[in-house]
């Protein structure tokens, strides 16, 4: 039932000797998807004991440099390790021209397909979903087409109550019918209302990564509720003018859409190399929103299960 983020390269444009550019894993439940994958991606992730053969998906945010240089070595390195199952890489339009042309001049085999993903939308949109998961692409503000993404657990199956279980001599097949939802009428006419004889185990998890963008009114809607939220806050109050100026947001301004938006916790990152110490961003951030931490590398951060009282 793992939910966790794991941060890994948490450094803005120019690394530093002890900050990478980004790059984050997100395990649901054992799958992991890579977030942004910076220069130096691989290495954090086998620093860190992630198995890179595991990589389900993967996210670009927008492509800039520091956001996807680390992908090709990447992709060299699970070539040359024989990975076989597909990998699904989702970025802005034009990313398809750049990986054929790494993938036509520096991979000399391919063991494995690359499925590309375009994202293109101006809105919102859900751009995979199966069975247990949504994850939606959030159009930002940067100086070029940038995405954020929003993870979300699906509701669920119902459990039966142990009430019903010891009270009414279920059958296998009324079991079934109950925990799918529906009620069951028995042959004497008693009616067994699933709305009674179930209940929703625990509250769906989410998870918010908010790349390089300015604020905008519409962004907390956007992320209501989350239960952890990643904002970039590659600049501190000393520099509000310079963030507006380059797109980018403040460690206040990434607390206060925290706070706009009731989001359960907050994990702040993508700091300019300015800041040798980070930790004054944490307390600009602090003070609008309490419940902030600093992003680091090999840091993980877990969302617990939300068991919901019966």
Known sequence: MNFSLTTLGVSSASPTTDRYPSAHILNICGRLFLIDCGEGAQMLMKRHGISLMKLERIFLSHLHGDHVFGIFGLLSTLSMSGRTEPLHIYAPEGFDGILDFFRGRFLERDSYLVEYHPLTSGGPDVVFEDDALTVTALPLRH???????????????????????????????????????????????????????????????????????????????????VDLLYHEATFGDDCAEKAEEMFHSTARQAAMTALSAGACRLVIGHFSSRYKDPSVLLQQARDAFPDTDLAWEGLEFEVPVKKISL
């Open 143 to 225: 100086r070029v087409p940038t995405y954020g993404f929003l993870f979300r657990e699906k509701e669920p199956g119902l459990n039966i109550r142990k009430s019903a279980l010891s009270g009414h001599s279920l059958s296998v097949d009324e079991i079934l019918a109950l925990k799918s939802g529906r009620d069951v009428e028995r042959p004497d006419g008693t009616l067994l209302r699933a709305s009674d004889m179930t209940y929703v185990p625990y509250a769906p998890r989410s998870f918010a990564y908010i790349s390089d963008t300015a604020v905008f009114d519409t962004l907390p809607d956007m992320v209501r509720g």
